[in-house]
């Protein structure tokens, strides 16, 4: 595949994507993190991040598996708790250069998932998300080694709780800005969510609303084809005043200022 399945502009990715580069490079970026895909490099890519694609040389070639949101989740589903700084690891470390001893073991594990995806097998979906939980427990492992953020002891009901939450922003950010919202959906105060989002991220429940929807204006912004009203039915605001002055408290920019600046 030349071409990932990619937008050329940040926008919230919706599926979990597998990609091994063959041949060539090209440039990606996820969330603000900029990196440029080399050959015999695997990328690793969540539901909910901000991703675009650009710049694909004349060569530039992956093997690509495109992974629905609900298969993703599945696969988690097996895994004990996964804390939420985990996907905040991974807006950063989503390239992995693969060894001149670990190249064949990734053809043969891609192999593996082709093989299944392909069969008849009864089981066929089940051995699937098996397959993919290796490789997110072998992320993870790799996170618990070298995250500074870890403690000896975790409240893992905070943990469980913050999982949640973020599960939800990905799927209501556009349409429910409001603490409140996810609280209810929690069946917890908005007071204990706010607490409880802090000290596992570090950052409040309303600073990652707003940074999502921050994130998915921009993204909009830089797609030239839509209109600032556009945006704003998009994001689920009264009009183009209330989305610009948002937008503005936020960033310290206008609409247009940071339409413009992205377009020199």
């Known amino acids: 595949m030349k071409y990932l399945p990619l937008t050329s502009y940040p926008s919230n990715n919706q599926s979990a994507l597998i990609i091994y580069c063959l041949g060539g490079r090209a ?24 991703v675009s694609f650009s710049e694909p040389s004349e060569d530039f070639l992956t093997v690509t598996m495109v992974i629905s949101a609900s298969l ?11 804390s939420p700084h985990f996907f905040f690891y991974m807006r950063s470390h989503y390239w992995y250069p693969q060894s001149e001893r670990d190249v064949p073991r990734m053809y043969n594990y891609l192999g593996m998932i082709k093989d299944k995806v392909t069969s008849q097998d009864i089981y066929r979906r089940e051995l ?18 070298e995250s500074t953020l870890m403690t000896a002891r975790r409240d893992t009901r905070k943990e469980e709780l913050a999982n949640k939450f973020f ?33 596992t991220s570090g950052k409040s429940a309303k600073d990652w609303i707003v940074e999502y929807i921050i994130l998915e204006i921009k993204a909009l912004l830089k797609n030239t084809s839509l209109n600032i009203q556009e945006i704003a039915i998009k994001t689920n605001f009264a009009n183009q005043s209330s ?18 600046s992205n377009l020199e």
């Open 72 to 82: 993703f989740s599945d696969a988690l589903s097996g895994v004990p708790r996964f």
């Open 243 to 260: 989305l610009g002055r948002f937008f503005r408290k936020h960033t310290g920019m206008s609409l247009s200022q940071y339409r413009m």
């Open 27 to 50: 440039k990606i970026t996820v969330h603000e993190d900029v990196h440029w895909i080399q050959p015999e490099e695997l990328i690793i890519l969540l539901p909910g991040q901000f």
């Open 167 to 199: 599960g939800l922003i990905m799927k209501h950010f556009k349409e429910n800005k409001d603490v409140a919202f996810y609280a209810d959906k929690l069946c917890i105060t908005s007071k204990y969510l706010t607490m409880v989002i802090k000290e």
């Open 128 to 145: 699937i998300i098996h397959l993919l939980r290796y490789l997110y427990l072998e992320l993870f492992n790799a996170y618990q080694k």
